[in-house]
């Protein structure tokens, strides 16, 4: 399985921004997660194969939204209101098997290779 992700840039507090992950297929969970140079990687946000279920971290939720389309094999990242502490690489990944603790690293086996979003004060 391959993932695409694409969408970053630079913006100010306050816009928004979609990313987008293509997959060469998407039988599984996919999830968000980001990464800046002060942190290790941690949990955005995450949908089930149908997108009926979905999990988000404190920090994002409220204000990003997770959706897929499976007729596309894409799964996309609505951020609104963003802030400064939103700057990271984003990656997109996608689980190894159903029924998995859809907000841990260990449940994604593949990823795509990250998108930069900046957010500016």
């Known amino acids: 399985v391959q993932l695409q992700a694409s969408g970053g840039g630079l913006v100010q507090a306050g816009a928004s921004l979609r990313l987008s992950c293509a997959a060469s297929?998407?039988?599984?969970?996919m999830a968000w997660f980001r990464q800046n140079l002060e942190k290790e990687r941690e949990f955005v946000a995450a949908a089930s194969w149908s997108g009926a279920t979905t999990y988000y971290a404190d920090s994002v939720r409220g204000r990003f939204t997770i959706s897929r389309d499976n007729a596309k094999n894409t799964a996309y990242l609505q951020m609104n209101d963003l802030k400064p502490e939103d700057t990271a690489v984003y990656y997109c990944?996608?689980?190894?098997?159903?029924?998995?603790?859809?907000?841990?690293?260990?449940?994604?086996?593949?990823w795509g290779q990250g998108t930069l979003v900046t957010v500016s004060s």
């Open positions: 297929s998407s039988k599984y969970a």
């Open positions: 990944a996608q689980a190894k098997a159903y029924g998995m603790d859809l907000t841990q690293e260990a449940t994604y086996e593949y």
